[in-house]
Nanobody, 121 residues
Framework: QVQLVESGGGLVQAGGSLRLSCVASGIIFSIDVMGWYRQAPGKQRELVGVITSGGSTNYADSVKGRFTISRDNAKSTVYLQMNSLRPEDTAVYYC???????????????WGQGTQVTVSS
């Protein structure tokens, strides 16, 4: 089976930085778009940013200029570098990926378990 596991969350002060990682494991044929989403208590899950297999990125307006998504295809890993963090960035951050498994004729969308990011004022 395929799994996504996030790491790197924690408590930081406003203006600080944090780097999240998400690694995909399992027998994988290929990984297409990977992305990061976040969800604060009582709010809907929202897009943070996505990155294609070729490295093209797209970000939510709220994080443009502060967050950077990158990926290491050899390690099946996607990263989220977060700078100039604000209290409103506090949320559980989830990794997402569209993955083709070996021996399966269709892709499937996977979610990680999430990692908590808390930004204090």
């Amino acid at each position: 089976q395929v799994q996504l596991v996030e790491s790197g969350g924690g408590l930081v002060q406003a203006g600080g930085s944090l780097r999240l990682s998400c690694v995909a494991s399992g027998i994988i044929f290929s990984i297409d778009v990977m992305g990061w989403y976040r969800q604060a208590p009582g709010k809907q899950r929202e897009l943070v940013g996505v990155i294609t297999s070729g490295g093209s990125t797209n970000y939510a307006d709220s994080v443009k200029g502060r967050f950077t998504i990158s990926r290491d295809n050899a390690k099946s890993t996607v990263y989220l570098q977060m700078n100039s963090l604000r209290p409103e960035d506090t949320a559980v951050y989830y990794c997402n990926a569209d993955i083709w498994r070996v021996g399966v004729a269709f892709s499937y969308n996977y979610w990680g378990q999430g990692t908590q990011v808390t930004v204090s004022s």
